[in-house]
Nanobody, 119 residues
Framework: QVQLVESGGGLVQPGGSLRLSCVAS????????IGWFRQAPGKEREEILC????????TSADSVKGRFTISRDNAKNTVYLQMNSLKPEDTAVYYC????????????WGQGTQVTVSS
C-alpha cells in the first residue's frame, strides 16, 4: 500500500502562511484521492480538503474556504496544502490520507505534522 509522509508544519504567527507536503512512496498517488485532515486537542478529526485522481476538489471545512488550497503534482508524487491567512484556531495536527474516493474510507495515513498558529 502507499506510504505517506507529511512535512512542512511548524510555528507561524496569525496571518502567516505554511505549505504542507504529502509525499508518497511505494505506489503512485496518481490514481488515489488524497484528503487533508486535522485534529486539534479535544476536538474530532475533521476533513479539510480532498482532491480526486481527476483533480476534483471537495472543501469539507467552511472555515478554510478562501484560505487553504489543495493541489497535486503527480510527477513529484506529492500533494500540497497551501495555508494562508492562518488563524489560531487552525492549530492542529495535520494528516494526509489516501483512498479510492473523497467521500469514502481512507486506507493509508501519514504520521501527521504539527501546525501551531500563535503570536
Amino acid at each position: 500500500q502507499v506510504q505517506l509522509v507529511e512535512s512542512g508544519g511548524g510555528l507561524v504567527q496569525p496571518g502567516g502562511s505554511l505549505r504542507l507536503s504529502c509525499v508518497a512512496s511505494g505506489e503512485t498517488l496518481a490514481t488515489y484521492s488524497i484528503g487533508w485532515f486535522r485534529q486539534a486537542p479535544g476536538k474530532e478529526r475533521e476533513e479539510i480538503l480532498c482532491i480526486t485522481s481527476l483533480n476534483g476538489i471537495t472543501t469539507s471545512a467552511d472555515s478554510v474556504k478562501g484560505r487553504f488550497t489543495i493541489s497535486r503534482d503527480n510527477a513529484k508524487n506529492t500533494v500540497y496544502l497551501q495555508m494562508n491567512s492562518l488563524k489560531p484556531e487552525d492549530t492542529a495536527v495535520y494528516y494526509c490520507a489516501a483512498g479510492q474516493r473523497c467521500l469514502g474510507t481512507f486506507g493509508s495515513w501519514g504520521q501527521g505534522t504539527q501546525v501551531t498558529v500563535s503570536s
